[in-house]
């Protein structure tokens, strides 16, 4: 019996609500009053979040437990956490962390307790075993400003304890509001369940990634810090599966999903039905009577060109939908999900299993599974009697922002700061203001407010960089030397460290810190932590493997040189990481030195801007600005007449980087004949005349697709108009490419070109090309 299920087929608007960034990270150290970093995130003291309680700590120096589990907060009576909900009508992911240790007076394996979180009761007589035990819960925010996460000891000599807390509001489109959810049970289809994204919280049980590799099971992913494990000891007839895997780029966002869904180690992998099996079947122990929301994770990185056919998709033996028609894997590599209500009834096991259609050849697979448990909304706990707490802890933030905000407005407004020129990332200032820029370092109380959260002991650094080991040098400019560093949970991190703060380099550092705390996104470079003690000047940033997009054009480091379809999507992060930067808060914030060297890629070639030391929000007054920065070759033609930054002059530095992206040639090329000195002048000359063959890269020869390559000159004009106001918006820059991207062709394997590459399909050696 075949059902429509719920999945999510979305349109261009969900390529917006991609666009996302974890937006108001919690962490939370219980038990102590100092920051640790732990899983690449720094975990702040829990005094301020807590209602009573006793800080306790492990007093075994054996235990091998991360330092996070060294502490816990312990309650002997009903207590709680409140934290804030920063916004309406979506979900809040929690997770709790739980380690038993002995204390002077408790041993807390003993302990049995109850937690609930905003009404919905999580856990009841829970008793934590030898090993970390780690909870997972999202719950709905509706229209509440806060919540509460709550503990009840069984008796006041067996306390509730926890060891650290995660909480972030998820991406708004994590579940699909407002629709029915298909419902089934060992019997077959039953109704429909309406409300479940407003009525319930999901209290996750399994998160599955079939297929998956031995090395990704104790990896977070990156995006909403889950772990995913393997399928093998799941699966009840392993003889009819096959592991599969793709090292290609996904498509994400194309089919629905997005990598806040699931990460690309999840939909690379897959199980794969054999040809002479009628099914795999996996079974998962779930609880008599309760209720799940399943979510199946779908990616077809197994065919090599669209099928009309359908496998099935079923859960017990009288439930079955299917799954691929072209309405639904509309695109190869595009990963999407299919998410339904099971109730257990009267059985303790799940059967989730993929079979062909009979009278089908479409493959079946499965990529990755999700179950969790629905928890109804018990009663509502009295929230206002401790309303005065919270209300302390928001004033005194809020507090600190409007502080923040008057020291960056000052900056920009007043206290023009004196710059060296020597400045050997060729960023240059054409005019600048003489007045003295004030140390923040001065007043040692107002530094430490920009962003406590990331705020990075100067020991960590120095334990992560090897003492700043001159062998893990990757970079120098005037801004100081750049650093690969290894937090003690084994993530890379680029380490930026300034020359010491004397001034120099202060606001740019400030800045930084600024916007992206302010602001994250996947396209964003994001910023892992910093450190301003004994007046260093430390960024932390995420590790970009791949170094620059310039360093791929006609860098010598790279052997490899990007296909067109690749330069494309490159260009198309790039372009949403800006667009969200411009129009992502709620003051816009202007890049001022877009250029190839700040467009980073990561393993998987994934794009993300760089650099924003000299950013700007939007809305701060134009007037008394003289100090126009930005790179030369990049520079919008409008700064020269009215000393004027706006969007716009992003767009036009983002023109040049297409030209660059074209032509793979230096901006300013000391080398070239005069006129073609400066690339975008030179550029613009030859689109008009029509004769681009001239200039394109001359790897790309033969490559390009017409339309697209037509799609793309006219976007480089457009982008490199003199007036500001005749250039197009990022948004509508994104669009352009995404569209030029359509024309052109999926790689065709039996090109020449691609004939004896052996790597990833999108790269192509530049050996091959040769000869
Ligand atoms: C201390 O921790 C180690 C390692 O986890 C364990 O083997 C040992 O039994 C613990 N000692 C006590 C007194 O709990
Ligand atoms: C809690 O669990 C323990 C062990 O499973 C059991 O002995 C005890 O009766 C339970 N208590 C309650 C109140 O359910
Ligand atoms: C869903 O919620 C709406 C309003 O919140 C309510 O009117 C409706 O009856 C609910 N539907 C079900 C099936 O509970
Ligand atoms: C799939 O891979 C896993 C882990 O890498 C392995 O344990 C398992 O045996 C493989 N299964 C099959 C059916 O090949
Ligand atoms: C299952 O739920 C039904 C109604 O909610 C209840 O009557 C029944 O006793 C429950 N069965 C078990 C085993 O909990
Ligand atoms: C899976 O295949 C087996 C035969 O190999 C069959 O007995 C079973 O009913 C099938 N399960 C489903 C759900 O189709
Ligand atoms: C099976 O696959 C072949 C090619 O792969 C295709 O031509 C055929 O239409 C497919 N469908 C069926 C039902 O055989
Ligand atoms: C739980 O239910 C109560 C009353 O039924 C309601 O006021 C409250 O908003 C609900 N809480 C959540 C988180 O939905």
Redesign the pocket.
Known sequence: MASTLCFSLLTLLSLVSSLYGLPDPLFINCGSNSNIIFSGQTFVSDDNYASGGSAVENL?T???KPPIYHTARIFTKKSWYELPANEPNTFVLIRLHFFAF?TKKFKLSDSRFAVSVSGFSLLSNFSVGDAIEIKELFIPTGAKTSYRIEFTPSDPSSPAFVNAIEAFTTPANMFTQGVPFPRSSPAGKIDDLHNLTSDYAFNLIYRIDVGGLQTTEDERDTTLGRKWKLDDSFISNSEGATNKSFDGLLKYGDNGATEYHAPAYVYKTAKQLNINSFNITWNFGVKKNATYLVRAHFCDVISTSLSHEAFRFFIYSHFSANIGPSDRVIVLAAPFFVDMVVDSVESQFMNIGIGATPGSNYTAFLNGVEIMELLKNSSEIDQENERKNINTIVLIVVGCVAFVLILLIGFFMGKKYQEKLINQRSQVMLSYGGDSYTDLDTDPSTAPHLSLNLKIPFRDILKATKNFDEKLMIGQGGFGKVYKGTLSNGRNVAVKRGGKGHGQGRPEFVTEIMVLSKIRHRHLVSLVGYCDEKSEMILMYEFMEKGTLQDHLYGNEYNLKLSWEQRLEICISAARGLHYLHTGSKDGIIHRDVKSTNILLNDLYVAKVADFGISRFDNVDESGISDIKGSFGYMDPEYAIYMKVTQKSDVYAFGVVLVEVLCARPVIGHNFPDKEVNLADWAKKHIKCGNVENIIDPFLMGTINMDSLRIFLTLVERCLKDLGEERPTMIEVQRDLEYALGFQQPVDDDSEFYKNSTINQHIIAVSDVSD
């Open positions: 075994n054996s235990s091998s002995s």
